[in-house]
């Protein structure tokens, strides 16, 4: 079972298990997004819904659930904060996989969580991981996601490096752990494939770290073609771009959640966790080449 399967990361990830044998039971707001067919199940459902229960239930060819990969997140909300729907619609989930007997739940975490997180994000995301408790529960703590589709925040960060040549940015020092969407994929799986988690948090991220400012500029230059100069701002005026992005139509939109973000993002040991999941990242420079061949491939068929 897959939720967020229609984000950034989930769409890839859907692909890259169906592509490898399993089946899938979605829970998502649009099931139509889907075709369906005989690997493939939907049901229509959001954070703070209730689950619904025939998802979880052998409906042949598909046999009960047995794997949860709990990877939505609603970024908007006008809850306070102990109310959040990514907390409680988790509750709800976990509690329902609990019910039905799911042998596994992995959770798509962050790098970012911890209960005095500087932005909303981490703080949520730390809640969530506490509602983890048995045995084969995890959460996995994902860096910098890059590659891919040009959506999301790896869409955002493209457009803002190819924007200007002038990037003024808060914090660009504060150091990052750049992992590429495709190998993101195959450590979710290779968790949930695991007859043992064994404990509640695994590392998802390179074991490197770069400065956000040196990786802005790499993305520039070994995607793009181009040189940017990066201008460290205080952290108010990051905001108040981040607000000006909402407005001004053309502008690559920033969310204040990841200004914020980068006040305060932890760098975390993950070499072991990377070596239990069968993973060796490849360097951010290979990473970003493969996605600069990838565009040129894509802009000469058209």
């Known amino acids: ?83 959040d729907e990514n907390v409680q619609g988790s509750a709800a989930l976990f509690s329902a996989a609990r019910e039905h007997e799911v042998g596994r739940i992995v959770y798509c975490s962050s790098v970012s969580a911890r209960k005095d997180a500087p932005n909303r994000y981490g703080r949520v995301k730390w809640a969530v991981e506490t509602l983890l408790s048995g045995k084969n529960e995890t959460a996995a703590r994902v860096g910098l996601v890059y590659g891919g589709p040009a959506v999301g925040q790896w869409g955002t960060l493209g457009a803002m490096v190819r924007a200007t040549p002038v990037l003024p940015i808060p914090f660009p020092g504060t150091l990052v752990q750049p992992i590429h969407l495709d190998e993101v994929c195959a450590g979710l799986l290779s968790l949930a494939e695991r007859p043992s988690l064994g404990k509640r948090t695994h590392g998802l991220a390179t074991a490197e770290p770069i400065a956000f400012g040196r990786f802005l500029q790499q993305v520039a230059r070994i995607v793009f073609g181009r040189s940017i100069i990066i201008v460290p701002i205080p952290v108010w005026l990051g905001l108040a771009i981040a607000e000006a992005t909402r407005l001004v139509p053309f502008l690559p939109t920033v969310d204040r959640e990841r200004v914020l973000g980068l006040a305060g993002v932890p760098t975390i040991d993950t070499a072991t966790d990377l070596a239990a999941m069968g993973l060796s990242p490849r360097s951010l420079a290979d990473g970003l080449a493969g996605e600069a061949a990838m565009a040129a491939r894509f802009h000469t068929k058209r």
């Open 1 to 83: 079972m897959i939720t967020g399967g229609t984000g950034y990361v989930g769409t890839r990830f859907v692909e890259f298990v169906r592509q490898r044998g399993h089946r899938v039971t979605l829970l998502c707001r649009q099931p139509g997004t889907f075709p369906g067919g005989p690997a493939i199940r939907c049901f229509e459902w959001s954070l703070g819904a209730p689950p619904p229960a025939a998802a979880f239930l052998s409906d042949l060819p598909f046999g009960a659930v047995d794997t949860m990969l709990h990877l939505a997140h609603q970024w908007q909300s006008d809850k306070p904060e102990s109310d």
